[in-house]
């Protein structure tokens, strides 16, 4: 199995992934940009960017495409649905493999692996996934024309997407697990200013009720103890995500919740191997902390293959 070396490798092609890119390729480097999804990551799940700076407004699937048409131009491969089958992160001259057949080598490595949606955990949760259950506005909404909703989570996304849900459905219901949402205020407003939104606070939902299809939800009320069930169509789940680190558990520095650890610089505990947006460890998620993200690890990789070049490191 013969690899084919690139001057730098990037895990993921969301925002930070796609931007790195495009400043590795304007720097001309050859470089490889490996996702194990749709190109876009998280950004496309968004169904409205409203304030990324020098846009109006768009669809995260639109600013994704564009992104990736910019890192094209500029030279990278994408190679996107593939798996990481290998790694190997150590070696000064770092290695890739991916669906068990194609290994690629590379000076450099920048992780932007982004997350996952993180899910409630319950048992009747994995059910009802794509039969009434979703993580996705844009991908599901039309789905449910007409119908009646629930939403789960009280931040900045459940919000924003409840919101976005009501050009489809009739009603959508709010049930959030705290007496308060943590979601900047322009967002609660919209919400809860908004004449199809309800909401049940103080709530968890313990089980998902029905037969082939969701068709409703047992809740519990966390302060009073009390019980009941919500009939509704779908439940949309907003309630974070997590890191998808689970390959560099033993090989980079994670944090307790496995967000990999990095300097101002993106710089991680092993030479030549770099992290940007939601993979790493950072208080604030957003597109654009993303694309800064990818930024600095371009130009920390530029300055890395450079000294490299000279036998400086």
């Not at 799940?45 to 700076?53: F, Q």
């Not at 849900?165 to 967002?187: E, G, P």
């Not at 439940?235 to 967000?259: C, H, Q, R, W």
Request: net charge negative; with cysteine; charged share 20%.
């Amino acid at each position: 199995m013969s690899a084919r070396h690139y001057d730098v490798i990037v895990l993921g092609a969301g925002s930070a992934g796609l931007t790195a890119g495009i400043y590795l390729g304007r720097a001309k480097l050859k470089t490889l940009i490996i996702n194990e999804g749709t190109v876009g990551g998280q950004m496309v799940l968004t169904h409205a960017v409203a304030n990324y700076p020098g846009v109006l407004e768009t669809g995260g699937f639109q600013l994704s495409q564009i992104m990736k048409q910019q890192a094209r131009q500029f030279g990278c491969k994408i190679e996107s649905n593939v798996e990481v089958t290998q790694l190997d992160l150590i070696s000064k001259v770092k290695q890739v493999e991916i669906d068990h057949d194609e290994v690629y080598t590379a000076d450099a490595v920048i992780i932007a692996t982004g997350g996952k949606p993180r899910k409630l955990g319950l048992l009747s949760e994995d059910q009802f996934k794509g039969l009434g259950i979703s993580y996705c506005a844009t991908c599901d909404g039309d789905f449910y024309a007409g119908k009646d909703i629930i939403v789960v989570g009280g931040g900045n996304s459940a919000l924003e997407e409840a919101v976005s849900l009501t050009k489809w459905v009739n009603s959508v219901t709010i049930i959030h697990q705290f007496d308060h949402f943590q979601a900047h205020q322009h967002a609660i407003d919209e919400a809860t200013n908004h004449p199809k939104i309800s909401f049940i606070m103080e709530s968890e939902i313990t089980k998902f009720l029905g037969n082939d299809t969701v068709e409703g939800v047992s809740i519990i009320n966390k302060r009073t103890g009390e019980t009941s069930v919500v009939p509704t169509n779908g439940v949309f789940i907003y309630i974070g995500y997590l890191p998808n680190s689970e390959k560099f558990k033993g090989i980079v520095d994670l944090s307790e919740y496995g967000e990999v650890i990095v300097d101002e610089n993106m710089k991680s505990n092993l030479p030549g191997v770099f992290a940007a947006g939601d993979i790493r460890k950072k208080k604030y998620r957003q597109i654009t902390t993303a694309v800064s993200d990818g930024t600095i690890a371009a130009l920390s990789t530029i300055d890395y293959i450079q000294n490299l070049k000279n036998n400086f490191v």
